[in-house]
T-cell receptor, first 114, second 114 residues
Framework: DGGITQSPKYLFRKEGQNVTLSCEQNLNHDAMYWYRQDPGQGLRLIYYSQIVNDFQKGDIAEGYSVSREKKESFPLTVTSAQKNPTAFYLC?????????????FGQGTRLTVV | AQSVTQPDIHITVSEGASLELRCNYSYGATPYLFWYVQSPGQGLQLLLKYFSGDTLVQGIKGFEAEFKRSQSSFNLRKPSVHWSDAAEYFCAVGANNAGNMLTFGGGTRLMVKP
């Protein structure tokens, strides 16, 4: 079955450490996205990528980095510069970059700083 | 830039009662509009979407939404709520911007009383 796989489901990080969240899709989608979700704040865009080897900052990119070396993969690194990384992270993809295309979401990764 | 407002953070309804979740958007042209549902700790699932044409849109799980341009609204409705509908609901707007990004509202958490 086609879909988006995020791993791990739960992740614990010590302060000062970098961690990488995995996102893989087998939908052959061109565009991929990372959102952060905090209670009562909806989803906020961190980074997005429209094509391999290219990505753009979203609304809250500070303290995060991404890469897009393969069409199916869009990993997110939460760096030690991110002051408040505890949140639920959602990866999404869409078929193209034409507007109105619906986004498909993974099951999320819950990151907790300990 | 586009924006989405969901005025109700929490709503509680009795099982079998009707439901209406409000969504107001701000966008200069005709938007593409979406409703997603999220169960606790899960990703987002698309309920329905509006692109053009008939302003009353049918979705999955018995949901429907009506686009009202004059009120800049896209309210979600269901005639009879089931206990399994308890979840968080997000309205989103897609616009003709680079990257085909969606802008999400803050979400409405629905609780269903037996």
């Amino acid at each position: 079955d086609g879909g988006i796989t995020q791993s791990p489901k739960y992740l614990f990080r010590k302060e000062g450490q970098n961690v990488t969240l995995s996102c893989e899709q087998n939908l052959n989608h061109d565009a991929m996205y990372w959102y952060r979700q905090d209670p009562g704040q909806g989803l906020r865009l961190i980074y997005y990528s429209q094509i391999v080897n290219d990505f753009q900052k979203g609304d809250i990119a500070e303290g995060y980095s991404v890469s897009r070396e393969k069409k199916e993969s869009f990993p997110l690194t939460v760096t030690s510069a991110q002051k408040n990384p505890t949140a639920f992270y959602l990866c999404a993809s869409s078929k193209g970059t034409g507007w109105g295309t619906e986004a498909f979401f993974g099951q999320g990764t819950r990151l907790t700083v300990v | 830039a586009q924006s989405v407002t969901q005025p109700d953070i929490h709503i509680t309804v009795s099982e079998g009662a009707s439901l209406e979740l409000r969504c107001n958007y701000s966008y200069g042209a005709t938007p593409y509009l979406f409703w997603y549902v999220q169960s606790p700790g899960q990703g987002l699932q698309l309920l329905l979407k509006y692109f053009s044409g008939d302003t009353l849109v049918q979705g999955i799980k018995g949901f429907e939404a009506e686009f009202k341009r004059s009120q800049s609204s896209f309210n979600l409705r269901k005639p009879s709520v089931h206990w399994s509908d308890a979840a968080e609901y997000f309205c989103a707007v897609g616009a003709n911007n680079a990257g085909n990004m969606l802008t999400f509202g803050g979400g409405t958490r629905l609780m269903v009383k037996p």
